[in-house]
C-alpha cells in the first residue's frame, strides 16, 4: 500500500515555518520547539521581517525557499492566508498547519474564508490542518511543530484535540507526570483534515499503541466513524467530549455553527464504533493507561479484596452505579476463602479480609479469585490500618498475580505509609489507583472496551426468516403523502408500511360515519377500539380520541358521535377524518413498549426503544438509542439497556417476553431507517410485546423530503452490509462459484488461504515474505469499512455445505476520495481459470458505482501474469519513479 497522505504531516523532511510581525512570537516558540527537539530536517523562515527568529534567517516568500518544502506551518494574519496557501500550492507543499485563526466561524464570513482556504488545498491537493490549532508532534521523529510551552516526550500513547487550549493543558499535566505521546493532532477548526483522518492513520502507525480523542464537534458523521472503527479494530480509542448536557451543549454552540447533536446519540456511536468513552480528564488517562497495558476481560464481573469494609461498600456502590457487576462467587470458592480467612469474617463479597491481614492472607484470597471462572478481574484494596505491612501485603497480591491470565487492579489507599507498596505494585505492572472508585472505572474501561469491541464486530444483513420488505410500496405511499403536501401519514398508510417491513400490526379499518363504523366492527369482531383519525391529531387519548370495550353493535353508533363530537369541541381546528376501529386486545401478559424512529443533526437516523403506557409515566425519560443497521446481537443489546429490560424478563406472575420477536421489531425498524431516508420521525406507541408475539397497536410516521439522500445509504453513519453484492459466478471449466463481501466473521477462512498461498503467490500479493497473516492484519483484511472500501471473496462450497475462500479481491479509496487502490489474490490450484479477471470486472463495476474516477494498484514487474490480465482490463502500466522492480498499474474509470 502506499503511504498514508498524512506522512508529510507527522513526517515531513523540510519545514518552513511562515509568520507575520503579529505573530512572531507564535513562530519563535514553534521555531524554537523544533531546534530544542533535534529536528534532523531542514527548517526554514519566511516572514517580511528581516530580524531573526530563534537564530534563524528569514527569507521573504516561500518562492525564495532553496529546496522542497513538506509542510508549512503558518502563523498569520486572516487576511493573508489564503495567499500564503496559494503559495504553498505553488512550490509543491504537501501539508499546511495553520496555528492562527483572525476570524470567527460563528460569522457567516469567517465561515466563508474558512471554506476559501479548504478549495484552495484540495486545488493543490494539501492536507490543512486548521485555523486555530496547537500544532502536530511526532516525538519519535524529534519533531514538534507546535506552539506549545511543554515539552513532549515519546510514548506510545496518541493525543488528537480539537482544542488548542485543551491540548495545551494536557501536555503541561504530562510533562509534570513524566507522560509520553506516539504523536500528538491540535486539529482546531478540522476545516479540511478531519478527526477521521488523523484517525485512520494512526490505526495504521505500528509506534501508537492507543489513542485519546477530545471532541467538540463532528462535522462528517461517515467519516469520523470510518476512521474511529477503523483505529478502534486495532487498539484502544479512549473519548472525550465536551457539551454533554444542556449547559455545556450551549457554551459549546456560542462557539461554532456546527451542529452539536444529542450526547445519548454520540454516546451511542462510540459504542457502536468499538471505543470507550470517558467524561472527566483525569479518566482520559487513567482509561488509556489500563487499556495499553493489555489487559483484557471476557465479561464485566469483578472481584474485590479489602482490608476494611468501607472501602469495599466504596467499590460496590461506584459499581452499582456504573451498571458493572460483582462477581458472583462459586461455592468452591466460598470453602477456600473459609479456609483462609477467620471464622469470623463475613462470608460475602466485597471480601472483607480484616484489617490485620498479612501478605499471606492477601495472596490466598486473590489467587481464590482469580480461579474462579465466575471471575473476570480482581481489585485489591488497602487502607493502612494498626500493623499493616502495607509493602508485604503488595507482594502478596503479586505473588498471586503473577501467572494469572484475568487482570488484577489495586488501590492502596493513604500515602506515605502505603507509598512503597504502591511503588512494588507499578514496577510488577499492576495497575495502580488512588481510590476504590477509580479502581472500579479502571476495571469497567476493560469491561466496556469488551462489549463495545463485540458491537464494533456486528455487521447486520438484510433478515433472511421472511420476505424482504417492500421498499417500493412503503415510498410509493409516502410518495404520495408529500405530493400531496403533507408531512403526516394517515393511520392506514402508516400501518401500510409497517405491514411493508413485516412489522405485526393490529388489523383495522377507516369508518367515516356510524354505519361504516359499524360495518367495520362487525367485520374486525367484539369487542373493539375506536380511536380518532386525523393527520393533526397525533396523541389521540390526549384530546379524548379513544374509546376502548366497545362490546357490542348498540354501542357503535353512540360511540362514534360522542367520539367526534367531543374531539371537535377539544380541537376544533383540527381536521377529522373519521374513526379507526380496532380489535381490543386481550393480552394480560403484554408490555407496553414505545419503538421508534428520530434523526440526529449529526449521526442522522437513530434507533431508539424505552417503556409506553403506565411504564412509561414511572420511567420517564429512560429511552435507549441505538444507530442502525442492527441485528439480532445489537437488537437485543438495545434492549438490555433499557430501564424496562429487567420487566421484560420474568416478572412476579408474567412469564417473559417472546425476546426473539422484540428483537425481530427491532431489526425491521433499522430496515425502514435504512431504506426510508424520507423518515423524520417514526413511533410505534405502543408495540405490545408478551411471551408468544409482538404486535404494533398504532404507528406514527413523519415524513420530510429535504431528508432524501443522494447516495442510497448516504443519510446513514454506519453502512450497511451490501448483501445486494452477493451473485454466483460461472467459470470458463464450468464451475460455479459464490461472490460476495467479506464479513469479520470470515478471519480464519481469509487466515488459511492467505497460509495455503505458494511463496511466490504471497510474494506477489504482499510483496515481501509472509508466512501468515499477523492479529491486526486480519483484523485489517475481513473488519472493513463498506463505504470507503470493498472486498470481494470468491467462495468453492463442497458437498458437506463448508466454504473455503479461493480468491479475493479489494480495493481501499485513497483519502482524496477520487481514487482507490486495489489487490488481488488467486489460490494457486485456482489460477488460470478466469477467476482473477471476473472479480476484478466485478470491482472496477462496484468502483464506478460509487463515483471514483480512478484505480491504481503495484504490480512486481516479475508478476506476468498480472501484469497481462491487467492490461485486458484497460490498465495503463508505467514503471515506479522509486521502485523499478514495481510496476504502476492505472485504470480510468
Known sequence: MRKHYLESLFSPDAVAMVC??????????????????????????????????????????????????????????????????????????????????????????GLAFQNELVEIARRYHIALVGPRCLGIARPRNHFNATSARSPIREGKVALVTQSGAFCSAILDWADDAGF??????????TSDVKLGDVLDYLAQDPHTSSILLYVERITNARLFLSGLRAAARLKPVVVIKSGRND????????????????????????????????????????????????????????????????????????????????????DDTMERLSDALPDYWTCSHPVDILGNADAERYQKVVAAL??????????????????????????????????????????????????????????????????PEAGVDAFNYLARYRRNQRALLQVPEPLSEHPDPDVHGAKTMIDHALSEGRSTLTMAESRAVLRAFHIPVLPSMVAASAAEALIAAENIGFP???????????????????????????AVAAAYEELMRDVADREGDAQLCGVCIEPMVDRPHARELLVGISRDPVFGPVIHMGPAGTAAEALAGKTQVALPPLNDFLARELVDRTAVSHYLRQFRK?????????????????????????????????????????????ANIHVAADSLATDHYGHMAIH??????????????????????????????????????????????????????????????????????????????????????????????????????????????????????????????????????????????????????????????????EDPEVVEVTLPL
Not at 57 to 69: E, F, I, M, N, Y
Not at 655 to 673: F, G, K
Open 20 to 109: 507575520d510581525e503579529a505573530y512572531a512570537t507564535i513562530g519563535e516558540q514553534v521555531l524554537n520547539n523544533l531546534r530544542s527537539g533535534a529536528f534532523a530536517g531542514a527548517i526554514h523562515l519566511v516572514t517580511a521581517g528581516k530580524h531573526k527568529l530563534a537564530g534563524y534567517k528569514p527569507r521573504a516568500a516561500l518562492a525564495d525557499l532553496d529546496g522542497p518544502v513538506a509542510l508549512a506551518i503558518v502563523a498569520a494574519g486572516a487576511e493573508h492566508q489564503a495567499d500564503i496557501m496559494h503559495a504553498c500550492g505553488e512550490i509543491g507543499v504537501k501539508a499546511v498547519v495553520i496555528l492562527s485563526g483572525g476570524f470567527s466561524e460563528m460569522q457567516e464570513c
Open 180 to 189: 509520553g505521546f506516539s504523536a500528538v493532532a491540535s486539529l482546531g477548526a
Open 247 to 330: 449547559a455545556g451543549a450551549r457554551a459549546a454552540a456560542s462557539q461554532m455553527q456546527t451542529p452539536l447533536g444529542r450526547d445519548e446519540v454520540f454516546d451511542a456511536a462510540i459504542r457502536r464504533a468499538g471505543a470507550v468513552r470517558v467524561t472527566i480528564v483525569h479518566q482520559l488517562f487513567a482509561a488509556a493507561t489500563i487499556l495499553a497495558s493489555g489487559a483484557r476481560v471476557k465479561e464485566g464481573r469483578l472481584g474485590v479484596v479489602t482490608n476494611g469494609g468501607a472501602p469495599g461498600v466504596m467499590a460496590a456502590d461506584w459499581a452499582g452505579d456504573a451498571d458493572l457487576a460483582l462477581a458472583q462467587l462459586s
Open 370 to 435: 482469580l480461579d474462579d471462572p465466575g471471575v473476570d478481574g480482581v481489585l485489591a484494596l488497602l487502607t493502612p490500618q494498626g500493623f499493616t505491612d502495607a509493602s508485604a501485603c503488595a507482594d502478596g497480591v503479586i505473588a498471586a498475580s503473577t501467572k494469572a491470565r484475568k487482570p488484577v487492579l489495586a488501590s492502596w489507599m493513604g500515602s506515605k505509609l502505603v507509598d512503597e507498596g504502591r511503588k512494588k505494585l507499578t514496577a510488577a505492572g499492576i495497575p495502580q489507583f488512588m481510590s
Open 528 to 554: 373493539i377500539a375506536m380511536k380518532i383519525v386525523s393527520p393533526d391529531i397525533e396523541h389521540k387519548s390526549e384530546v379524548g380520541g379513544v374509546r376502548l370495550n366497545i362490546s357490542d353493535s348498540r
Open 654 to 698: 408474567m412469564p417473559a417476553v417472546n425476546m426473539a420477536a422484540l428483537s425481530e421489531v427491532l431489526q425491521r425498524v433499522s430496515e425502514m431507517a435504512c431504506e426510508l431516508p424520507v423518515i423524520s420521525r417514526f413511533e410505534i406507541n405502543p408495540l405490545l410485546v408478551d411471551e408468544a408475539s409482538a404486535v404494533a397497536v398504532e
Open 720 to 881: 450497511p452490509y451490501p448483501a445486494d453484492m452477493q451473485s454466483r459466478l460461472q467459470l470458463t471449466d464450468g464451475a460455479e462459484i459464490l461472490m460476495r463481501p467479506i464479513r469479520p466473521e470470515d478471519g480464519r477462512s481469509e487466515e488459511n488461504f492467505v497460509a495455503n498461498l505458494s511463496a511466490e503467490s504471497k510474494y506477489f500479493r504482499f510483496m515481501h515474505g509472509l508466512d501468515r497473516l499477523t492479529p491486526s492484519m486480519l483484523a485489517r483484511f475481513t473488519q472493513i469499512d463498506y463505504d470507503r472500501e470493498m472486498a470481494l471473496v470468491a467462495i468453492q462450497q463442497n458437498s458437506a455445505g463448508e466454504d473455503t475462500f479461493i480468491g479475493v479481491v479489494r480495493y481501499v479509496t485513497n483519502p482524496d476520495a477520487n481514487s482507490c487502490e486495489f489487490a488481488l489474490a488467486i489460490a494457486d490450484e485456482w489460477q488460470s481459470h478466469g477467476l482473477g479477471p471476473r472479480l476484478m470486472e466485478r470491482l472496477i463495476d462496484i468502483a464506478r458505482e460509487r463515483g471514483l474516477e480512478t484505480m491504481i494498484g503495484e504490480v512486481l514487474a516479475q508478476n506476468a501474469r498480472m501484469l497481462r490480465m491487467c492490461k485486458r482490463l484497460g490498465f495503463r502500466a508505467l514503471r515506479s519513479p
